[in-house]
């Protein structure tokens, strides 16, 4: 049974940082593809970037521009998402996802990721 457990989010300040963890359990996921999206309210959901645990390949989405960062660390079986930079427009519900990088799909795709967390809020103050 695969677990993903989120952690780090809060309250900030515009222009400050975040880094959001995933503790992951259950697998091995050196075949898996990690992935953060993020949801605000009355939005849909939207891709942040997705990390390739193989090799380390990294994915961002458009709206990141050089801000986030996804990396994972094999030791501890977790993945970060570094933000910096942040904005008020960042403040959502931050959820980590899952997917066998085989896997059917578009690695952006929410409906790709077959295993989720909980989520965790980021709230970014003006």
């Known amino acids: 049974q695969v677990q993903l457990v989120e952690s780090g989010g809060g309250l900030v300040q515009a222009g400050g940082s975040l880094r959001l963890s995933c503790a992951a359990s259950g697998r091995t996921f050196s075949s898996y593809t990690m992935g953060w999206f993020r949801q605000a309210p009355g939005k849909g959901s939207e891709f942040v970037a997705a990390i390739r645990w193989s090799d380390g390949s990294t994915f961002y989405g458009d709206f990141v521009k050089g801000r986030f960062t996804i990396s994972r660390d094999n030791a501890k079986n977790t993945v970060y998402l570094q933000m910096n930079s942040l904005k008020p427009e960042d403040t959502a519900v931050y959820s980590c996802?899952?997917?066998?990088?085989?896997?059917?799909?578009?690695?952006?795709?929410?409906?790709?990721?077959?295993?989720w967390g909980q989520g965790t809020q980021v709230t970014v103050s003006s």
């Open positions: 996802a899952a997917r066998l990088t085989s896997g059917s799909g578009y690695y952006q795709a929410r409906v790709a990721y077959p295993y």
